[in-house]
């Protein structure tokens, strides 16, 4: 699952603008016919605790390397996944009817040779006292002390209140929101109105540049400044044929120490003083202008490269002659964060259950069906994103590029971390949201389809009996779980979706995140009902009712 960012953090609230539903139905009966339901039941015994468990280990394995976008052990997990599918006889959906519907990369790439940084007739090093990022191009110019650049209209805070930045490079510290703000404050307002991000907002009051001022705790830790050095220099990649929204195209840098020291010396406050103000903990500096006569002059020099990468499509025709010509989606992310910064000597996030289960699952409900002794009436498609970790890239590609007509694709089905329990007696306060051993969070089953929800807990009901959380469906939830992993980008083409979650957990993004911490007994069970939700959909006489589109303004949310 991808983390939240402040980028869009605005969005959460949009779903209160939902009207609530007036009267809800009763659950409805299991309705799949009596010849089905043993067909369903049967076949999903094919799925088990120790086919997840084999499957598993290979995906999250260290020789998949964390399973990064882009990364040779992304590409090996695909094959592996392509493999599997057609041995079990579903039919390749991607490009040209194989299992790939490929996806060129690109990236912007600083070149050390041409990148540099002058100020008071002093030369400093790109990659040591600063890292420059991919935006190409130059500004010379005075410098505005910023603090962290925000605009929050209903907070009062306005970092260009008392400055003008206009025509100067501004200095920016790192660290996220202003003291004393949460994510809850911009949840009543409106991007780009209510409130604007530092980049943006330093280009939208006419700043040349922006130099971001790396944070103490970043500069003093050798693996995080290498990481940062490296994955800024290399620049990040981007699908091409998506467009980058949010983006400053102002040249920007991060400053070390040593240049923060030169950028402050003579000025009202020290650069020790400036960094240690960043939030959370620090107590902030008021914004204010350098001295008039202290310029600065960058210019970062890249050269474009591209990379390749794919999602996994598979389908399994229907069996109606005319049901079959519409589709249930499955989806889960494959990819993960790679190789990162050691934890007990151990640098690879191998993604157990973010997003290992999410993967194995597909593929043992696509084992299941496959041998089954007949598919559902509807047809079924099976979409393994990749990138969503980098921004939920590949269901955003596959759903602006879909491989069939996205309105014939009648719910979506996401499954994104369902390997965890809390077992009792864990006092760990980063478990305490991660959910028991029969418990599951649902997300969105009933936000956009109140028969869709209802199907959902029929099925549930009538079969394996989890107990279904819906604590994530409250618009106000700070954690925005419902905007956060791949089902988002179908909901915005009004399509109703379920998103199957068993919780955040200490293990999240670490290298921790292992096979041997996974409830497989827990695992097999809500494989098997998401299994069973599947199959009643895809029997259905007609196409479960939108009754709530999302509005406007979530469709065009951007992270």
Known sequence: MRRSCASGIALAILLALMPPAAGQAPVPAFTASASTRPLVRKSAEAITAAQLKDYLTLVASDEMEGRATPSR?????????????????????????????????????????????????????????????????SASGAMV???????????????????????????????????????????????GEDWIGPLQYAEKRGAIGVIGLNSVITQIAPDSMEMMRKQTEEGFFYPEKLPRTGQSAIPRIAANYPLAAAIFAGEPSSARAVLLSAPPEGTPIAPFTLAADKTIALTIKTAPETASSQNVVGVIEGSDPVLKNE????????????????????RIRNGAD????????????????????????????????????????GSQYFTTFPTVPIDKIVA??????????????????????????????????????????????????????????????DPKDPERFFYRSDHIHYARKDIPIIFYFTGPHAEYHQPTDEVSRIDFQKYEKITRTIYATLWEIGELKTRPKVDTPLPEEAKRGVF
């Not at 200095?171 to 809850?184: D, E, K, N, Q, R």
């Not at 589709?327 to 151990?346: E, R």
């Not at 290992?356 to 598919?375: C, D, F, N, Q, Y």
């Open 73 to 137: 052990g992304l590409d090996l997990t695909a094959r592996f996944l392509a493999t599997m599918l057609s041995r079990f006889g579903v039919k390749g959906a991607g490009d040209g009817g194989d299992y790939f519907q490929r996806i060129t990369l690109k990236r912007d790439k600083v070149v050390a040779d041409g990148t540099t940084v002058e100020l008071g007739g002093r030369s400093f090093v790109s990659g040591k006292d600063f890292i420059a990022t991919g935006n190409a191009g």
């Open 145 to 191: 002390f910023a603090g962290t650049g925000w605009f929050i209209k209903a907070n009062g805070i306005d970092a260009y209140k008392d400055i003008d930045p206009k025509g100067k490079i501004v200095l920016l510290l790192s660290g996220g929101l202003p003291a004393g703000v949460t994510p809850a404050d911009l949840s009543s307002g409106k991007q």
């Open 327 to 346: 589709y249930v989606a499955l989806g889960a992310h494959y990819d993960h964060d790679g190789v990162g910064n050691p934890v007990s000597g151990d």
């Open 354 to 393: 973010d997003n290992g289960s999410g993967t194995v699952a597909l593929l043992a409900i696509a084992e299941a069906m496959a041998k089954a002794p007949r598919p559902p009436k509807r047809s079924v498609i099976f979409v393994w994103h990749m990138g969503e970790e980098m921004g939920l890239w």
């Open 412 to 473: 979506q089905l996401n499954i994104d971390m369902i390997g965890r329990s809390r077992p009792d007696g864990d006092t760990n306060p980063r478990n305490r949201d991660l959910s028991g051993p029969n418990e599951l969070y649902v997300i969105g089953s009933k936000l956009m389809s109140r028969e869709l929800g209802q199907i959902s807990e029929a099925v549930n009901a009538a079969y394996l009996k989890l107990s279904f959380n819906y604590r994530y469906d």
